[in-house]
Each structure stands twice: as C-alpha cells, then as structure tokens.
C-alpha cells in the first residue's frame, strides 16, 4: 500500500465512523478553551473537565483571571498535574491577552503561540478548534498513532509528525483528523495494549501488518 493509498482509506473509514469528531474538553467560549487546553497538557481530560466549572465560578473572564493570585488558582487547579507552572502560565495568558489583544482571542498560531503557557500544541487547538484553520496539533496519541498507522515514517518528534500529516492531508480536514487521531489513540490505540481486533483500521496499518504478516 503507497502512502497516498493509506491516507485514502484512513480518512474514508474516519469519515464514515467518525464525521463530527470533536474536543472532549468542555467549554462555552474562547477564554474557557484556553484554559481547558493549558490545564489538559499532561493531564487527561476527564480531569480537567472536574476542574474547570469551580474554575470558572471563581475566575469568570479573563480580566478576573488576570487579577488573581497564583495562591488562587493554584488552591482550584491542584489536582491537575504541574498546578504551580499551570496556576503562573494562566495568570500571564491572561495578562498577554489582555495587554496584546483588547482581550479577544487571536486566530494565528504564531500570535497565539505569544501567550504564557500557549506552545505550538496548544496554538494549534486553539486555531483548528476556534476558527477552523488547518492546524494540527499533534500530543502523544496523535505522535504514536501517526507512527503505528503508517501515515508518518520516521518522525523523532511533534513537529515532523505534524509537517507530515499536513503535507498528506486535504486542508479543509485537517481540524477534523486532528480529533480522529486524539480519539483513535485514546480509546483504540492504546499506547500499552492497542485493541487491534477491534480496530477497523487494521487492514491498512502498517503495526497490525508487522504483527500478522
């Protein structure tokens, strides 16, 4: 099977199974999913979603957010993992947000990525998932399951896994295979005990083809 050929059937079966894949962080607006995606880093999403409704409570908007004390948000955010860097990078994202952006949310990963605690990750949620640009961000599902499938061929690190996917899928879907692989990787392709029978993608991975020549 060529790549082209791979990327053609992962995308078909995506998009037959999985046509409206979406985030599991749960938000209501551009400040609530800036925080959620800087508490999820490391940490899963279940918990983040435990976390952010007395969060919000407390911290309504980014202006209460900016005028709090690191003490404050560490005591809502201390069962996620890193609270202490987490409490100090939400405080100055939302300073940054304030001072370099009226308080409105950039739609550019390279103005986003000017935010405390905002990487390239974390910009390119924030772009797929709040204006639909063709960013992909890629954590360690996406890494691995890019990897196993086949649709990346020998990428040591985030950014190459990105370039490649990019480069192989079509532009308009690119937010929406972002939460494909997320989600393959969180509920099928584990990163211990990959649940390859029931995976409809076996036929075409290149690990289930090593596994079973």
Same mark, same amino acid.
């Given at each position: 099977? *060529?790549?082209?050929? /791979?990327?053609?059937?992962?995308?078909?079966? #995506?998009?037959?199974? $999985?046509?409206?894949?979406?985030?599991?962080?749960?938000?209501? &607006?551009?400040? =609530?999913? +800036?925080?959620?995606?800087?508490?999820?880093? =490391?940490?899963?999403?279940?918990? %983040? $979603? @435990?976390?952010?409704?007395?969060? #919000?409570?407390?911290?309504? *908007?980014?202006?209460?957010?900016?005028?709090?004390?690191?003490?404050?948000? !560490?005591?809502? +955010?201390?069962?996620?993992?890193?609270? $202490? $860097?987490?409490?100090?990078? @939400?405080?100055?994202?939302?300073?940054? @947000?304030?001072? &370099? !952006?009226?308080?409105?949310?950039?739609?550019?990963?390279?103005?986003?990525? /000017?935010?405390?605690? %905002?990487?390239?990750?974390?910009?390119?949620?924030?772009?797929?998932? @709040? !204006?639909?640009?063709?960013?992909?961000?890629? &954590?360690?599902?996406?890494?691995?399951?890019?990897?196993?499938?086949?649709? *990346?061929?020998?990428?040591?690190?985030? !950014?190459?896994?990105?370039?490649?996917?990019?480069?192989? +899928?079509?532009?308009?879907?690119?937010?929406?295979?972002?939460?494909?692989?997320?989600?393959?990787?969180?509920?099928?392709?584990?990163?211990?005990?990959?649940?390859?029978?029931?995976?409809?993608?076996?036929?075409?991975?290149?690990?289930?083809?090593?596994?079973?020549?």
């Amino acid at each position: 099977m *060529t790549i082209k050929e /791979r990327y053609k059937e992962v995308i078909r079966y #995506f998009q037959e199974h $999985n046509p409206e894949a979406e985030t599991e962080l749960e938000y209501t &607006d551009p400040y =609530q999913l +800036i925080v959620a995606v800087i508490l999820s880093a =490391q940490c899963t999403d279940k918990r %983040v $979603n @435990l976390i952010t409704p007395a969060f #919000f409570q407390r911290f309504p *908007t980014v202006s209460s957010l900016a005028e709090a004390r690191q003490a404050e948000v !560490f005591e809502c +955010i201390k069962s996620c993992s890193y609270p $202490n $860097n987490k409490a100090k990078n @939400l405080i100055g994202m939302a300073k940054g @947000l304030l001072h &370099d !952006f009226n308080g409105i949310m950039p739609s550019e990963v390279a103005e986003l990525q /000017r935010l405390p605690g %905002v990487g390239r990750k974390t910009a390119n949620v924030l772009a797929a998932v @709040l !204006f639909n640009k063709p960013a992909m961000a890629v &954590d360690t599902h996406v890494h691995r399951v890019s990897a196993r499938i086949g649709l *990346t061929t020998g990428a040591k690190n985030p !950014f190459q896994t990105e370039m490649q996917l990019i480069r192989h +899928i079509p532009e308009e879907l690119i937010p929406l295979a972002h939460h494909w692989l997320i989600l393959h990787g969180r509920y099928v392709c584990n990163a211990r005990k990959p649940k390859c029978d029931e995976c409809g993608l076996r036929q075409m991975c290149r690990y289930y083809g090593k596994q079973h020549p």
